[in-house]
């Protein structure tokens, strides 16, 4: 029996995922590494050798030893732990940022997309305006007017983030409102909403979900950036942004694994997520590739 | 008029709408200040009718928009308001902290397009060589580096180990004196006065935070440049330069890098986003005395018409910086030539 076209069509995208993984490893490197941070964010707490919060002062400043991997700070604190442990903070800060931005962004970027039209002029005004600020400084606007709070964090990243999300979903659902297989769905009875929400918005994913995956590393990137400068997270929670801002007034003394090994994973995560969203483009996308 | 002043024109209405959106935005964040302004203002020993009296001053009584229009009026006067901490107009504080961001951005702006655009070019032209692994992999690391870790990194290499920088505390070592302000650029003005001692503490200072600055702008430019490069020089114009018999020199030089910079000063735009953010963060690091570090400061004591009012100066710099860019693509653009 010859397989359905279903059958191969699938085996078809397999194939080319293997394809794409084999021609390029370092797009497999991303990939373990992703999986390594998920599974580092949801057992951190329990990953951890000592209590991230717990203080020992006799052991304080230690250099990176076999007790301690990544030596401890100021407080005797295990650095080593508080960088596992807070791994589910940032992740957490990041992923709902842009979450909320991705579906506040694809609708309104779906809508102007698909009818244009004032819609399209209003929000298309909106978009500019958020782009027209520094966006980090932006956000740092925003966390100073809504209060100092780990949400506003969470709601300043995602603004931020916004733009990116409406112009993508914009763009592809524009090249396809008047595609065959839309004309169809809408002469087969279906209501606009029904079109742009079951048959244009599936198909314009794939290049969405790229944009998801190079926005994560940019998002985590601006939460620490902001947590840096002393917005959000507070002291003594552990997030990396706070622990590279609290270990830098220790490097011009030369204990430099205060700040290094929270910057080190903190570039780990930005560098996992930038990879994976080549390796999605490159899979999802080959035209885009560069 | 010329087709070209007409376009000139065309962009510097169109930052317009650019300046209002920036205008209310600012305003709405202003009116956002968590809790009341008034009692705020008021400090914590207001009485209820104090902080009444001075919510009328304030003229947080009146209806949303004639209080916009008194904040557009008060912006027009040069007027941010007072730093709660100080009790120094905002404006001033910000304009005498001006040059010292100018002069770190402009130099690592600087420092970052003399590495990246040969980069990237180099890249296109010998594409799949090393170079060209070189420039990816410098790319790909590029974007993944938080700016505040690079600088940390730098200081700890240079200054603590090597011991090549001076400490990352300021603009100028103690042992200068300032230099008298003319541009307000340490460098340009010590050397204005022939002080060349001076000068070189200053480059000295300057040139950790300005490469830290740089290799965060470097990427997307590099990244951007090769593209575009790319795009060129795989182009039918450059087919048909190479088969009139021009030499290789010309037909990269001449032709096809003048058209790859149209993209690459288009995406001057967002590296600037990215860089006057970027710039709070490296200020914070080597204690830089620019409006980054003064709005980290203000932030820390909850000085909120401090940080709006730096919000807001940074919003509009920004926009005048992407007028200016557009006019630049403008002028440059071959197509728009006149005559």
């Known amino acids: 029996m010859s397989p359905t076209p279903i059958d191969s069509r699938q085996r078809g995208f397999l194939d080319h995922v293997v394809y794409v993984l084999g021609e390029n490893p370092i797009t497999a490197i991303a990939f373990a590494l992703f999986a390594l941070i998920v599974c580092v964010a949801l057992f951190g707490p329990a990953l951890a050798p000592y209590d991230p919060m717990e203080s020992n002062a006799a052991r304080a400043l230690e250099p990176p030893s076999a007790d301690h991997w990544f030596g401890t700070d100021n407080l005797g604190r295990d650095v080593f732990s508080r960088v596992l442990v807070a791994t589910r903070l940032d992740l957490m800060i990041s992923v709902a940022a842009v979450a909320l931005s991705f579906v506040i962004g694809a609708a309104i970027g779906s809508a102007a997309g698909y009818w244009g039209g004032w819609i399209d002029a209003v929000t298309g005004r909106f978009v500019d305006t958020i782009m027209a600020f520094p966006l980090f400084v932006l956000a740092m606007g925003i966390v100073a007017a809504m209060g100092n709070t780990v949400e506003n964090i969470i709601y300043a990243t995602a603004i931020i983030n916004l733009p990116f999300y409406a112009r993508v979903a914009r763009a592809e659902v524009r090249i396809r409102r008047d595609a065959g297989f839309a004309q169809a769905a809408r002469l087969s009875g279906n209501t606009d909403l029904q079109v742009l929400a079951f048959h244009i918005f599936p198909n314009a994913l794939p290049p969405m979900m790229v944009q998801i995956s190079l926005n994560m590393g940019w998002a985590i990137l601006n939460a620490a950036g902001l947590s840096f400068i002393g917005l959000g997270v507070r002291p003594p929670t552990a997030e990396w942004g706070i622990m590279v801002a609290e270990g830098a007034n220790f490097v011009v003394s030369g204990e430099w694994w205060l700040a290094f090994f929270p910057g080190l994973a903190l570039m780990c995560a930005v560098f996992a997520f930038n990879l994976l969203g080549d390796g999605l483009r490159d899979i999802f996308d080959p035209r885009q590739r560069t | ?339």
């Open chain 2, 1 to 339: 008029m010329g087709p070209r002043t007409k376009l000139v024109l065309h962009r510097t209405l169109q930052a317009i709408p650019a300046l209002v959106g920036v205008v209310v935005v600012s305003f709405i964040l202003t009116r956002m200040l968590p809790g009341d302004p008034a009692a705020y203002f008021a400090g914590p020993a207001a009485t209820e009718a104090s902080i009444a009296e001075i919510r009328d001053a304030m003229g947080l009584n009146d209806p949303l928009p004639i209080q916009f229009l008194n904040y557009v009026r008060d912006l027009l006067g040069g007027d941010l308001g007072n730093s709660l901490s100080t009790g120094q107009p905002v404006v001033e504080e910000l304009a005498r902290r001006l040059p010292a961001s100018l002069e770190l951005t402009l130099t690592a702006l600087i420092l970052s397009c003399v590495i990246a655009l040969p980069l990237g070019v180099a890249a296109a032209v010998h594409q799949g060589r090393w170079i060209d692994h070189a420039c990816r992999s410098l790319v790909t690391a590029g974007v993944s580096l938080p700016t505040f870790f690079t600088g940390i990194v730098l200081v700890y290499v240079f200054y603590y180990l090597l011991g090549w920088a001076p400490s990352p505390l300021g603009r100028l070592d103690f042992v200068y004196l300032s230099p008298p302000e003319v541009t307000g650029f340490y460098v340009i003005d010590a050397l204005l006065i022939g002080d060349v001692e001076t000068a070189m503490g200053a480059v000295r200072q300057l040139i950790l935070p300005a490469s830290t600055l740089a290799l965060f702008t470097l990427a997307p430019l590099a990244r951007m440049a090769r593209a575009a490069m790319l795009q060129a020089l795989s182009s039918d114009y450059i087919r048909t330069a190479r088969a009139a018999g021009l030499g290789e020199g010309q037909v990269v030089f001449g032709y096809a890098f003048q058209n790859a910079m149209l993209p690459v000063i288009t995406t001057l735009g967002m590296v600037f986003s990215f860089m006057l953010g970027a710039n709070v963060l490296v200020e914070k690091v080597f204690s830089w005395p620019g409006i980054g570090s003064y709005a980290v400061e203000a932030l820390v004591v909850s000085d909120y018409a401090a940080v709006q009012g730096f919000v807001l100066a940074m919003a509009i710099l920004f926009v005048l910086l992407n007028l200016t860019i557009d006019i630049i693509y403008t002028l440059v653009d071959p197509r728009t030539r006149e005559g």
